[in-house]
């Protein structure tokens, strides 16, 4: 006899306190929703089994799912990966500071398209425009969602129908999908590409130009780099030659100014050799808000925001007044919004070493001190490699094993597996952060199996 009766009533099993505990977190009603699929889930099972109900196993089953259900849901990690801006961790945290006066905005109603001096209805963009000019110079600006969406926005503006050239070498695809020939037809213009994946001349970009040509695209490598014979060309010499109607567009990437990463070539460089215009991305080195920032001529820059598209691909107020914020603070020197990435490279490598330093000396034998670099991350070369010391977990446990139980830490903790071992960089955390971690490796390493 099964006794299927004997499995409790939902509302009861809703009230018990380890099932009940997750109401705050996950909500009652998905609460409930979980709890009915997994009843249902051990009803079928129960009637091909033929068991009879075991409560235990049942009440398993669920929290099994609820944790689950708590580990989907967003939340703050700690990232000890080494990779300062990391696409898969949110990329660039947004200053503490920043957070709370933005707050004041977004929770309240803003002026976001009023003009305060007369009534009538303003410009998204604001003083922003002033802002992002004062920052990094160029004529005009605009923002947009992403700078996926910048470049999808300035291809379908200037070149839908008509030739774009770009460099074999510069075809990439960014991680999650993000590929150059895709936006470009997708955006109705047509790729027409020049040079070999190692070389690329002046010549061959102006050997491609034909009548129908209206952009040539120059775009930041990124993710990779080629060693050894390559050559890519001298973007000035290449500006020189242009005919004036072609158009240069640079897809900078990484928002890196002025001296963040010497190895980069920065916004302001590329500003001096005056492309028509010129895109990259808000949260990545730049360390603000999700976002695309379009600098460059005034004429094309006002026919990008007449474009239909732009309607689609505003930002929210959150973006306007984030950004705002952040170099408002940067432009004053405050130190309220420091750029991330500036501040860690410029950290001498004492104090690289005095971090790990703090977490190895819990236990010297099983946390090893790791001379190690550590990158930028999120769209920029490989090659901006820096030096830090990291921390190497010598455990009896697999690798995939530790690095799945510092995972499942609460908060979480996401580490990197480097020669077969488990690698925590406290590089990337915070003062508070390293003592969540140095907490979690003197429970860790006191465990009979580490
Ligand atoms: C990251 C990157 C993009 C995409 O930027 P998103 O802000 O993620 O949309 C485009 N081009 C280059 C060169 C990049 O590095």
Redesign the pocket.
Same mark, same amino acid.
């Given at each position: 006899m099964r006794q299927l009766s004997q499995i409790p009533p939902i509302e009861k099993l809703l009230n018990l306190p380890e099932i009940a505990s997750y109401h705050t977190i996950l909500s009652r009603t998905i609460v409930a929703e979980i709890v009915k699929n997994q009843v249902n889930h051990y009803r079928n099972e129960l009637v091909q089994t033929h068991q009879s109900v075991d409560f235990e196993v049942l009440l398993q089953q669920i929290l099994v799912s609820l944790a689950y259900h708590n580990q989907i849901r967003i939340q703050p990690i700690i990232n000890a990966t080494g990779i300062v801006v990391h696409t898969n961790l949110g990329r660039s945290p947004l200053p503490k500071a920043i957070w709370q006066e933005v707050g004041d905005i977004v929770c309240n109603y803003s002026n976001l398209e009023l003009n305060l001096l007369n009534g009538k209805r303003g410009n998204r963009m604001g003083m922003l425009s002033q802002v992002l000019k004062a920052y990094f110079g160029g004529e005009a600006n605009i923002i947009v969602n992403?700078?996926?969406?910048a470049?999808h926005l300035i291809l379908k503006t200037f070149a839908q129908g008509k030739e774009v050239i770009v460099s074999r070498g510069e075809q990439?695809q960014?991680g &999650?999908g993000?590929r150059?020939p895709d936006i470009l037809a997708d955006s109705g213009a047509i790729l027409r590409d020049v040079g070999t994946t190692n070389i690329t001349t002046i010549d061959d970009y102006l050997e491609a130009i034909n009548d129908n040509t209206a952009i040539v695209l120059i775009?930041?490598q990124?993710?990779y780099y080629i060693e050894g014979f390559s050559q890519q060309v001298d973007i000035k010499q290449l500006a020189a030659r242009l005919p004036e109607h072609i158009m240069l567009v640079v897809?900078?990437?990484?928002g890196n100014h002025l001296s963040a990463i010497p190895s980069e070539l920065s916004v302001n460089n590329y500003l001096k050799i005056g492309p028509d215009l010129i895109c990259f991305? &808000?949260?990545?080195i730049l360390g603000g808000p999700?976002s695309?920032i379009i600098l460059g001529q005034k004429d094309k820059i006002e026919k990008l925001a007449k474009h239909p598209m732009m309607r689609v691909l505003r930002p929210g107020k959150e973006t306007y007044a984030i950004l705002e914020k952040i170099l408002i603070h940067r432009l004053n020197h405050d130190g309220k919004a420091d750029n991330p990435v500036e501040s860690l490279i410029n950290q001498p490598i004492a104090w690289h070493l005095a971090r790990a330093k703090q977490l190895a000396e819990i236990a010297p034998d099983k946390l090893l001190l790791n001379a190690t670099k550590f990158m930028i991350g999120?769209?920029s070369t490989p090659r901006a490699q820096f030096d830090t010391w990291a921390i190497s977990l010598n455990s009896r446990l697999s690798a995939n094993a530790l690095i799945e139980r510092l995972r499942k830490h609460n908060p979480p903790i996401i580490g990197v597996i480097q020669n077969d071992q488990v690698q925590l960089y406290p590089v990337t955390l915070s003062d508070e952060e390293l003592l969540i971690v140095k907490d979690c490796l003197i429970t860790l390493t006191a465990e009979t199996d580490f």
């Amino acid at each position: 006899m099964r006794q299927l009766s004997q499995i409790p009533p939902i509302e009861k099993l809703l009230n018990l306190p380890e099932i009940a505990s997750y109401h705050t977190i996950l909500s009652r009603t998905i609460v409930a929703e979980i709890v009915k699929n997994q009843v249902n889930h051990y009803r079928n099972e129960l009637v091909q089994t033929h068991q009879s109900v075991d409560f235990e196993v049942l009440l398993q089953q669920i929290l099994v799912s609820l944790a689950y259900h708590n580990q989907i849901r967003i939340q703050p990690i700690i990232n000890a990966t080494g990779i300062v801006v990391h696409t898969n961790l949110g990329r660039s945290p947004l200053p503490k500071a920043i957070w709370q006066e933005v707050g004041d905005i977004v929770c309240n109603y803003s002026n976001l398209e009023l003009n305060l001096l007369n009534g009538k209805r303003g410009n998204r963009m604001g003083m922003l425009s002033q802002v992002l000019k004062a920052y990094f110079g160029g004529e005009a600006n605009i923002i947009v969602n992403n700078n996926a969406a910048a470049l999808h926005l300035i291809l379908k503006t200037f070149a839908q129908g008509k030739e774009v050239i770009v460099s074999r070498g510069e075809q990439i695809q960014i991680g &999650g999908g993000f590929r150059i020939p895709d936006i470009l037809a997708d955006s109705g213009a047509i790729l027409r590409d020049v040079g070999t994946t190692n070389i690329t001349t002046i010549d061959d970009y102006l050997e491609a130009i034909n009548d129908n040509t209206a952009i040539v695209l120059i775009v930041h490598q990124s993710n990779y780099y080629i060693e050894g014979f390559s050559q890519q060309v001298d973007i000035k010499q290449l500006a020189a030659r242009l005919p004036e109607h072609i158009m240069l567009v640079v897809d900078q990437g990484s928002g890196n100014h002025l001296s963040a990463i010497p190895s980069e070539l920065s916004v302001n460089n590329y500003l001096k050799i005056g492309p028509d215009l010129i895109c990259f991305s &808000g949260d990545k080195i730049l360390g603000g808000p999700q976002s695309g920032i379009i600098l460059g001529q005034k004429d094309k820059i006002e026919k990008l925001a007449k474009h239909p598209m732009m309607r689609v691909l505003r930002p929210g107020k959150e973006t306007y007044a984030i950004l705002e914020k952040i170099l408002i603070h940067r432009l004053n020197h405050d130190g309220k919004a420091d750029n991330p990435v500036e501040s860690l490279i410029n950290q001498p490598i004492a104090w690289h070493l005095a971090r790990a330093k703090q977490l190895a000396e819990i236990a010297p034998d099983k946390l090893l001190l790791n001379a190690t670099k550590f990158m930028i991350g999120g769209g920029s070369t490989p090659r901006a490699q820096f030096d830090t010391w990291a921390i190497s977990l010598n455990s009896r446990l697999s690798a995939n094993a530790l690095i799945e139980r510092l995972r499942k830490h609460n908060p979480p903790i996401i580490g990197v597996i480097q020669n077969d071992q488990v690698q925590l960089y406290p590089v990337t955390l915070s003062d508070e952060e390293l003592l969540i971690v140095k907490d979690c490796l003197i429970t860790l390493t006191a465990e009979t199996d580490f």
